[in-house]
């Protein structure tokens, strides 16, 4: 046992000093999230064994099936942060509106979450996560939804839980990204990836891996179709990509943060925008990758430029080695309106 080991509060609580007016309230806010995931990551363990598996009967805004997991990761997210006494208001990908906090717990930030991403996996064991962005509530707002609908470009902290084969919390501010893995002998998360950067492509280490369902290729826009080919089929005596999708967002994007490559979630001829959320899925995973040395694009530009105008809203989403992204804008302009 390292008796020196670095906590994510200890951490907190060391980078804090940095910045001498701090309230702490963030600090507190990441310690309430920090015992919703802990307890996602339990009941993700035992799912199997707590009859957790299946559907809960009901379907979230977006209409997907609300698995059981789903039901109990954001219910235990809510009531962490409204106990918090550090939230204003938040958003789920869970629930239709966003949630106001109670005027005696109201706090100074907003939270946007996916509190069980990729649930789809969960009967069939693969591995799924939570993913968060936090920004502060701006002294300006008008209203609750003004507080929640902020770009990227604002973003406090913002990161993920993995729920795999161990369970580990990425954590990125604009001091860098950190990951801590969860030692569930004495349920901390420790921290066991300093500094975490993402490999340049060629260099030591790095992988050559492009990250879509290739299942919608049939309606895949000319630059995605252009761009995905070259990977396949690379001009020259450049090796081929190797394509690697797990169909789990939180799963293919560690991933990616690890071993490089690209993660590709594009528009199609059946959705414009395509899948993934915006606010607390995109904007989240394109905040760590950026701060990790990676890029992230809508195809035009980076993610974290996008002005959020509905909670539920999807972006076309590129993420990965800073070169592939600009070939992949480049390939936006040449075919501007995807035919
Ligand atoms: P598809 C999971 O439902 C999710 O929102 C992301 O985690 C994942 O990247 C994506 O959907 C997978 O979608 O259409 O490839 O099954």
Redesign the pocket.
Known sequence: MDTECVTVTSFVLEQKKKYPGASGELTILLNALLTAIKACAAAVRKAGIAKLYGLAGSSNTTG?DQKKLDVLANELFINMLKSSYTVYAMASEENENLIEVEVPKQGKYVICFDPL?????IDCLVTIGSIFGIWKKPENAKTPLECILQSGENVRCAGYAVYGSACMLVLATKDGVNGFTLDPSIGEFILTAPNMQMPQLGAKGSQRIYSI?E??ARNWDKATTEYVHAKKFPEGKDKPFANR?V????A?VHRTLLYGGVFM?PATKEAKDG??RLLY?SIPMSYVVEKAGGASSNGQHSILKIQPEKIHQRSPIFLGYKEEIEKIEKLYEKYPNGT
């Open positions: 997907d991403d990729g649930s789809s996996n369902n299942g919608y999708y169909g789990s967002m939180v293919d979630y899948k993934i899925e």
